[in-house]
């Protein structure tokens, strides 16, 4: 059964520095993976899809990584901002159309 | 357009009550999603339709829970009789080609007492 895990829960950064997110999943046998942002309040935005042929996916300040081998992926945030808090989920398509998600990391950017 | 509606955001009732959440997809979208999401269990697909026809049922937790869409401009979910562990954020998306293009509503937050 696949599985999404993401560490940690919670994160505070200071504005302006670089992160790092993580997703991993138990079973590489995966159509796509994607990243999405949600704000309080609110429903679910895609970010970033990662076909399962490809590496990595940039958007702006944001840099997805695909390495389906290890089952992890990573989601960069370049020079990060306060706008940039939210809870950034990752989501694996096994192949058929179902999609399993993530529980999330909330991230927190410090003015 | 204004994207994904749903009603109604907020609702509260009794364990034993019949619970109706709505849900107006993007218009020209053929796909609509049905999610719950709690603390404990994160983010899971309920149930979807493609073109008014219901595809997968397979995570509907139990018979409690009934989904339909009588035409393209809207879809519910049903929960009868509710229960205290129904208490979630019920998510609707709707997309215009399959699961990896969805738009989500803003959810509808149920709280059984």
């Known amino acids: 059964k696949q599985e999404v895990t993401q560490i940690p829960a919670a994160l505070s950064v200071p504005e302006g520095e670089n992160l790092v997110l993580n997703c991993s999943f138990t079973d590489s046998a995966i159509y796509n993976l994607q990243w999405f942002r949600q704000d309080p309040g609110k429903g679910l935005t895609s970010l970033l899809l990662i076909q399962s042929s490809q590496r990595e996916q940039t958007s702006g300040r944001l840099n997805a990584s695909l390495d389906k081998s290890s089952g992890r992926s990573t989601l960069y945030i370049a020079a990060s901002q306060p706008g940039d808090s939210a809870t950034y989920l990752c989501a694996v398509r096994p192949g058929d159309d179902k999609i399993i998600f993530g529980k999330g990391t909330r991230l927190h950017i410090l003015p | 357009d204004a994207g994904v509606i749903q009603s109604p955001r907020h609702e509260v009732t009794e364990m034993g009550q019949e619970v109706t959440l709505r849900c107006k997809p993007i218009s020209g979208h053929d796909y609509l999603f049905w999610y719950r999401q709690t603390m404990m269990r994160g983010l899971e697909l309920l149930i979807y339709f493609n073109n008014n026809v219901p595809i997968d049922d397979s995570g509907m937790p139990e018979d409690r829970f009934s989904a339909k869409m009588p035409n393209a401009s809207f879809s519910t979910l049903k929960i009868q009789p509710s229960e205290p562990r129904d208490s979630a954020v019920y998510f609707c998306?709707?997309?215009?080609?399959?699961?990896?293009?969805?738009?989500f509503g803003p959810g509808t937050r149920l709280t059984v007492l």
């Open positions: 998306a709707s997309s215009p080609l399959g699961i990896d293009t969805q738009y």
